[in-house]
């Protein structure tokens, strides 16, 4: 009989982050059921909990039902799982499922009797005495089923075994094998969801869900997982389910330590634009189409909070470390060297490779253990492209920027327009209504020459100026101009001269 183990202590998935959406792991001597799609990650996951079981010195067991045990050890292998404290039973052929059932004349797999397999499993569970078992491929034993009863019978017959004995049993099972009516997610006592969808640019990303646990709180909702070489990695949803009221006490600490900081571009006319600079523990949202200087506003102020020393982390996902590099050079902000002294902090991403959960953990990574007090994503158009949906962006960059406001940090969000200029411009992604400061910067035409613009649409706290001014990127500067007074319809997309131009900023300004 294996030893008793107190149900205080939890058992690990192997997972790190799985084990803290789970509050500690699974209570043990308990069934649980892994539901997913073919190619959704159940195996590897319960690969992972028998090594973490072999690794507090358990003795675990891996009943294989639909892939060879060689096959098994591979696919540990290729995502770094040790396989040699799991002791494997290859129950994933009819001879090895005539063996367990002693029948003398060769069957069908349909015709081999379930009562008489799951004996014979359990007694395979009797003579090893383990601590965990993983029956991989729970669905194979209900095609065995004549009707659904005796299915049920037998899961019954399991669950009564393990209990007494405090074994961990992980079922991995799928629908799209062997369709039942959803039996073993009601017997279990927890059950993880593991699905896959495809975002519109054709990655594949995967997502895990805690569907239940009984007796015990988890985290809920979808959390963005990746199998890579080094096995599973979960990145947990920001999501805040608290609703308790906050007090005046909270509310007036947040003021005090933040309302004072206030960052500035170390340009005075942008400066003075925004209404004295930006607060930290907001966030400010860029809005325009290419070549309008969003960018370059953005290292402004990211530029002079590290020449200050502070630290600023850039997330770019439409162009290369370099080029931002040089562009930033030729405006006068040498940004290479604030890298090299590691306050700021440049990260080239792919929509195709990086789900929202992974993102949010790269940020929260560079904020909680790095100190990042300025976080850049340029753009946020590329960053919707790895979105799966766009109700996704909104409910993520909701969270992201509420949690980034209470460490206290300014965000900038750069949102690029599609096209270039006229009516036809349009927006990918809208959540202006999100941002705390948006700056909408224009194209224009004076006399047959291409200016930009760019004026404040919004400021939730403090005042700014309504003005329209120009904006003028020329080598080594950033020049902000006096206000368009002479143009109208810039906003609108349809520019119309009124005066002289004596507005304007001049080449020799």
């Known amino acids: 009989m294996v030893s008793s183990k107190s149900t205080s202590n939890r058992a690990s998935t192997g997972i790190e982050t799985l084990d803290k959406i789970l509050r500690g792991g699974l209570p043990p001597g308990e069934m649980y059921v892994v539901n997913g799609a073919p190619g959704t990650g159940k195996t590897t996951l319960a690969l992972h909990f028998l090594q973490a079981g072999a690794a507090n010195q358990e003795k675990v067991l891996c009943l ?3 892939q060879r045990v060689n096959s098994l050890e591979d696919s540990a292998k290729s995502v770094g799982l040790k396989t040699s404290g799991i002791t494997f039973q290859d129950l994933s052929t009819v001879e090895s499922l005539q063996a367990l059932s002693e029948q003398q004349t060769i069957f069908d797999t349909s015709e081999v009797e379930l009562a008489d397999t799951v004996t014979a499993m359990i007694e395979i569970m009797e003579q090893e005495q383990p601590n965990r078992v993983v029956f991989d491929g729970i669905a194979y034993l209900r095609l065995l089923a004549r009707d659904s009863l005796i299915y049920r019978q037998q899961v019954f017959k399991l669950r009564d075994y393990i209990s007494p004995r405090e ?10 094998l062997a369709p039942g009516d959803n039996e073993l997610n009601a017997m279990a006592h927890g059950v993880i969801d593991l699905s896959m969808e495809t975002t519109r640019h054709g990655s594949d990303h995967r997502y895990l869900r805690i569907a239940k646990l009984r007796g015990s709180g988890f985290e809920p909702g979808k959390h963005d997982m990746e199998i890579s070489d080094r096995g599973i990695r979960i ?11 906050i007090s005046a006490e ?8 933040d309302s004072a900081r206030i960052i500035s571009s170390g340009l005075p006319s942008l400066d003075k634009l925004v ?12 809005v325009g189409p290419s070549g309008t200087g969003k960018t370059s506003m953005t290292t402004l102020f990211a530029h002079n909070f590290a020449t200050q020393g502070g630290k600023v982390s850039i997330f770019l996902f439409d162009e290369l470390a370099d080029t931002f590099d040089r562009r930033s050079k030729g405006l006068g902000m040498d940004v290479a060297e604030l890298v090299g002294k590691d306050r700021i902090r440049i990260r080239e991403l792919s929509f195709g490779d990086v789900t929202p959960g992974k993102f949010a953990s790269l940020v ?26 766009d109700a996704r962006l909104t409910s993520q960059m909701h969270e992201l920027m509420m949690s980034l406001n209470r460490r206290g940090v300014l965000t900038f969000l750069v949102v690029a327009q599609r096209g270039v200029i006229g009516p036809a411009l349009e927006e990918t992604v809208d959540i202006s209504y999100l941002a705390d400061t948006v700056l909408l910067l224009r194209h224009f035409e004076d006399s047959g020459v291409i200016r930009q613009a760019v004026s404040v649409y919004k400021k939730r706290y403090g005042d700014h100026e309504k ?15 006096q206000s368009l007074s002479q143009f109208s319809g810039i906003l609108s997309r349809t520019p119309q001269y009124t005066g002289e131009g004596k507005d304007l900023l001049r080449d020799d300004d």
């Open 275 to 286: 209404g004295g600079g930006l607060i930290t523990g907001t966030s400010c949202l860029l």
């Open 235 to 245: 990145y947990r949803s920001h999501l805040d389910t608290s609703v308790e009221a």
């Open 167 to 176: 074994i961990t049993l992980m079922l991995t099972d799928t629908q799209d």
């Open 364 to 389: 929260d990574h560079d904020v909680d253990i790095w100190g990042a007090g300025i976080v850049i994503i340029d753009t946020l158009t590329g960053y919707w492209n790895s979105m799966p949906t």
């Open 250 to 257: 909270t509310i007036a600490e947040q003021a005090n330590a």
């Open 467 to 481: 003005q329209i001014r120009e904006v003028r990127l020329r080598p080594g500067s950033i020049q902000i101009g």
């Open 64 to 66: 294989a039902l639909s």
